[in-house]
């Protein structure tokens, strides 16, 4: 019940597509679901965060839909680019856990 | 502000040795927590600190180790070190615990041999 499922495992897109990672969870005390962009050789750094009390969070080019009933939420990249490449990890915390639970992370690739 | 600094950021050591990484949060932060990362696992949480208190614990065995000082900075100790303890070690600080943004450090690079 603490997983959350991330996919796809990898994602190739040209340059000015839409960049689309989804994810899903089961327990439903999550309360805080932030996605992280990772460069080779960097620590995670926060993209955008979500909480369940609104359907969808816009930022830039990057916008977190979240759907509480279906328990599901996704990272959308409009006119990506090739500075976006990097691997993107969704997470999720709550239940008084007070510790993030990560998908598997997405490796994204914007070809030129 | 500074963000999270991490030393060493690369370490090799052998079968057996033990090992401390140190972690020094944002300034004014009090919560420091440590992730392990490897590309077969993933990322996967290790512990977390406030205010020099272990507030929960991931599912690593005893070898795995840390501490907070009063000045929030924070050392994790692997010892009998195993060649699967090679990862990268992160550590990420957040003004308080709970679902709150967690800013993350560079990682130390953990090799053994």
């Known amino acids: 019940q603490q997983q959350v499922k991330q996919s796809p495992q990898s994602l190739i897109v040209q340059k000015g597509g839409i960049s689309i990672i989804n994810c899903a969870y089961e327990n439903t005390a999550f309360d805080y679901f932030p996605w992280y962009q990772q460069f080779p050789g960097k620590g995670p750094a926060l993209l955008i965060a979500i909480r369940p009390d609104v359907s969808e969070k816009k930022e830039g080019r990057f916008t977190i839909s979240f759907n509480k009933s279906a328990k599901q939420f996704s990272l959308h990249i409009m006119d990506s680019q090739p500075g976006d490449s990097a691997t993107y990890f969704c997470?999720?915390?709550?239940?008084?856990?007070?510790?993030?639970?990560w998908g598997a992370g997405t490796k994204l690739i914007i070809k030129p | 502000k500074a963000g999270v600094t991490q030393t060493p950021r690369y370490l090799i050591k052998t079968r057996g040795q033990q090992v401390t990484l140190s972690c020094s949060p944002i300034?004014?932060?009090?919560?420091v927590s440590w992730y392990q990362q490897t590309p077969g696992q993933g990322l996967q949480f290790l512990f977390e600190?406030?205010?020099?208190?272990?507030?929960n614990k991931g599912n690593f065995p005893g070898r795995f180790s840390g501490r907070q000082f009063s000045n929030s900075r924070s050392e994790m100790n692997v010892s009998t070190l195993e060649l699967g303890d090679s990862a990268l070690y992160l550590c990420?600080?957040?003004?308080?615990?709970?679902?709150?943004?967690?800013?993350f450090g560079p990682g130390t690079r953990l090799l053994v041999l």
């Open positions: 300034s004014g932060h009090r919560s």
């Open positions: 990420a600080s957040r003004q308080q615990t709970g679902s709150e943004t967690q800013y």
């Open positions: 997470a999720a915390e709550g239940d008084s856990n007070y510790q993030l639970i």
């Open positions: 600190y406030f205010s020099e208190t272990q507030r």
